[in-house]
């Protein structure tokens, strides 16, 4: 035979042994169909017509949607969305034997993984009330995790996440819950209020009496200055009634002059300020004389009280 024909024939026999394995993935070689290695991302050389690529496998990261229902012990139905997050556990060789040959397929994987996670978590419901569920959300996933990372690392695989996007429960129940809460927030609104009033109210009542601390405390003030006035006002008058008398008695006149001037003058006043009351004066010769002994007698009684004083300073 000739060599070319040898070499195309050497030639067709290595390149038919040569794979390719893509990046993030491992493939897994069998002889006969026993298991023999693991090939990793690149180029790779086989034994042809002895070595078999068995299965290429997926170190990447891989999610899953679950929608699933469980039962509380109140018997409520809860219905939950959640997402998963896995993958292989690594490239080791131990790891890829086993989600090589757990298994004998993709779709019997994921059906016990689902299974699985389905069941641990329809457990703990189990033994929750309906009010508490919607609360212990992160429970829930720390209890799965617990649970099922042992169980699948059996498989090869590793849980790094589950989230549980969604709960829900009977539309019976729904609305109950709703009115709950929509009772609670009356209630609360209804106590906010009453407390706002009452504060209202306090604040108020605190305002109304400085207030009227305040205007009795002008009210004093100015009662006081205006007995004041009317004091200082008497004392000056009293003061000019006896100027004007003593110098009408250095000039030999009579002093009833100036009670007869008092006198007008205040009938004056009565008239020009009086702002329409009535009042009655006797006007006949028998009431003036008796005014003017009044305001005579006043006169000497004031005159005796300055005497006095005089004698006292």
Sequence with gaps: ?????LLAIAALFIFSGLKTVQQGNVAVVTIFGKYRRVLR???NLLIPFVETIFKRISTQNRS???EFQ????DQANVYFKSMLLFSVQDDAEDSIKKVAFKFIDEKSLMQALIRTIEGNIRAFVATKKQAEVLSLRNEIID???EQIDNVIEEWGYHLHDLQINDITFDEAIMRSMSQVVASSNLK????NEGQALLITKTKAAEADGNAIKIAAQAEREAAQLRGQGVALFREEVAKGMQNAAREMQQANLDTSMIMFSMWTEAIKNFAEYGKGNVL???GSPDGMQKVMKQMMGMDTLLDTS???SGQNE
Aim: glycine share 4%; net charge neutral; no cysteine.
């Design 1 to 5: 035979m000739p060599l070319y024909i």
């Design 41 to 43: 991302p690149g180029l």
């Design 64 to 66: 899953v949607e679950l």
């Design 70 to 73: 469980a039962v509380t012990i």
């Design 143 to 145: 209890h799965v995790k």
């Design 188 to 191: 609360a609104a209804a106590e």
């Design 280 to 282: 009655f004066l006797d």
């Design 306 to 308: 300055k005497k006095t």
